[in-house]
C-alpha cells in the first residue's frame, strides 16, 4: 500500500514556474515508477499524461505539450517525486495528479494503481 500526497500547487501568471512535490509513505517507494498526470476542466474523467520516471530516476519521459518546459525528478531517500514547471501556459491550467506503479513507467494512466488527491494549477493569461 502507497500513500500518495501532492502539494505545491496554485496560481500563476503565465510565464511563471511552480514545484509540485508528492510524497510517498511505505518502504517501497524506490520499487514504483512514478508519474504526473493532469485532468482539466470540462475534460471528462481522463488523465493526460505529463510526465513519468523509472524507480531509479535513470529514465523519464515526457509529454510532447511539456517538453523543454517542465522537469521531473525523485529523491526515493526523501520518498517524493517533482515536477518542476517553468515557462507555464494558461493551457496547462488543471488538477495535477501523481501516480505510483508497478508496472514500469508509463503513459497509460491505468497503469498507475495508487493516486493521490491531486493539486490545483491554474495559470493566469
Known amino acids: 500500500q502507497v500513500q500518495l500526497v501532492e502539494s505545491g500547487g496554485g496560481l500563476v501568471q503565465a510565464g511563471g514556474s511552480l514545484r509540485l512535490s508528492c510524497a510517498a509513505s511505505?518502504?517501497?517507494?524506490?520499487?514504483?515508477?512514478m508519474a504526473w498526470f493532469r485532468q482539466a476542466p470540462g475534460k471528462g474523467k481522463e488523465r493526460e499524461f505529463v510526465?513519468?520516471?523509472?524507480?531509479?530516476?535513470?529514465?523519464?519521459d515526457y509529454a510532447d505539450s511539456v517538453k523543454g518546459r517542465f522537469t521531473i525528478s525523485r529523491d526515493n531517500a526523501k520518498n517524493t517525486v517533482y515536477l518542476q514547471m517553468n515557462s507555464l501556459k494558461p493551457e496547462d491550467t488543471a488538477v495535477y495528479f501523481c501516480?505510483?506503479?508497478?508496472?514500469?513507467?508509463?503513459?497509460?494512466?491505468?497503469?498507475?494503481?495508487?493516486w493521490g488527491q491531486g493539486t490545483q494549477v491554474t495559470v493566469s493569461s
Open positions: 501516480g505510483a506503479s508497478w508496472l514500469g513507467r508509463s503513459r497509460d494512466w491505468t497503469s498507475y494503481k495508487y
Open positions: 511505505g518502504r517501497t517507494f524506490s520499487s514504483y515508477a
Open positions: 510526465a513519468a520516471i523509472s524507480p531509479s530516476g535513470a529514465s523519464t
